[in-house]
């Protein structure tokens, strides 16, 4: 019986076509997920104080098999990348990181915090998940 794994993939909707590439790189591996990020239909950065967007990221976060992050430059500069970080170590979960394709600049950050750090290809960021997840 295949493993479903619960992940939460870390992104920003401005930029929301590296997510959606990830989750079809996830899908055509074959791997069976529960996708815990946070909808775009309800974007809950728009709503509240930080304190209660730090604590509905937690929420989503504390029931995850692994946590995946982008690690594009974009990533430095996030304001949340920092507490999405913290709440998953704080949770003890595995990160991935994913370097986009052509790279030169690739966020620090996250790939100091990364249990592995994966190129933007299916097979690898499968891998990682089966490891990690």
Not at 110 to 126: F, P, Y
Request: charged letters at 20%.
């Amino acid at each position: 019986m295949d493993k479903t794994y619960r992940l939460f993939i870390s992104h920003s909707w401005a930029y929301s076509d590296g997510y959606t590439k990830v989750i079809y790189l996830i899908q055509k591996q074959g791997i069976k997920f529960f996708d815990h990020s946070v909808p775009k239909g309800d974007p809950i950065h728009t709503n509240g104080s930080d304190w209660q967007l730090k604590q509905a990221i937690e929420n989503k976060m504390k029931g995850t098999s692994c946590i995946i992050i982008m690690a594009g430059v974009y990533s430095t500069y996030s304001k949340w990348i920092n507490k999405e970080i913290e709440i998953a170590k704080a949770y003890g979960k595995s990160i991935i990181a994913i370097e986009p394709w052509a790279s030169t600049r690739t966020s620090s950050v996250v790939k100091i915090n990364a249990d592995i750090i994966v190129k933007w290809q299916g097979a690898s960021i499968a891998r990682a998940i089966r490891k990690y997840g």
